[in-house]
């Protein structure tokens, strides 16, 4: 068998995925994606999973990009294949439950690009982040070139991308390409408080809300708009709602059920 390369750990309404491959700073690799993948297929089918945080082995790495040792290999029909780095992101990012990346260390290249796949991203004080491919004389090609300039702007973006720049955590924060900063040992309790907050809200408030900003930040406001409409439409008819406007006029806490 082949050893596991991502540790799959339930904890109540999380699952925690962790990248583990320490001794090469969590660099991810063919098997790490089908691994990610599976995990995904696994927490999507667990109604006890409301929630996914991404994170790395140690305390060194969250993902210090794709494994550069694979990369001579690498042919020009290999970037247009079915579940490569890039459609793996696009379904977290779109992924049904809301996701976190708890960022432990270093997040380079493709870990970089994963952390901005997810939802929101709360950063250890001696995180790292930065996009360095062209040093090999390839691009992001994760949804680097794309995620990182709808967070941070076009011309941070360019001058992350053309320069190699690596940037700490402060810097992160300050940008808005991390939600929060924290000393390493509040990092995972920091992200225990964000979830318990989320999962406070009713689940299908929040999966049509996750929705509805990221769809809509693809397309023309009207159009936006719209689908705002129609996701609030959907609301509207559900238990949840009703139990949520009850639960604040008798100043109790809802019981949500997604319903």
């Not at 490569?84 to 290249?109: C, H, W």
């Not at 900063?181 to 408030?205: D, F, N, Q, R, T």
């Amino acid at each position: 068998m082949k050893e596991k390369m991502l540790q799959y750990g339930k904890e109540g309404k999380l699952a925690y995925l962790r990248i583990d491959r320490p001794e090469v700073r969590n660099a991810l690799n063919k098997q790490t994606l089908e691994e990610m993948s599976e995990a995904l297929d696994r927490a999507s089918a667990d109604p006890e999973v409301e929630l996914v945080v991404f994170t790395g082995s140690g305390e060194k790495a969250f993902a210090a990009g794709a494994d550069i040792s694979q990369m001579p290999d690498k042919k020009g029909i290999d970037a247009l294949k079915e579940n490569d780095m890039q459609q793996v992101y696009d379904r977290i990012e779109s992924f049904e439950k809301p996701t976190i990346a708890m960022v432990n260390g270093l997040a380079l290249g493709g870990g970089c690009e994963l952390a901005m796949a997810c939802d929101i991203r709360i950063a250890s004080s001696n995180a790292k982040f930065g996009l360095p491919e062209l040093n090999l004389s390839i691009i992001p090609g994760a949804g680097g070139t794309q995620r990182l300039t709808r967070l941070v702007g076009k011309g941070k973006a360019l001058e992350m991308i053309l320069t190699g720049k690596v940037i700490e955590a402060e810097e992160a924060l300050r940008i808005g390409l991390v939600t929060d900063m924290v000393p390493p040992e509040h990092l995972k309790a920091k992200v225990e408080e964000v979830s318990a907050k989320i999962l406070a809200k009713g689940p299908l408030a929040v999966q049509l809300a996750k929705l509805t900003v990221h769809m809509g930040a693809e397309t023309d406001m009207k159009t936006g708009l719209l689908l705002e409409k129609l996701s609030q439409a959907i609301l509207f008819n559900s238990e949840d709602k009703n139990e949520g406007t009850k639960a604040f006029m008798e100043k109790r806490r809802a019981v949500f059920q997604g319903k």
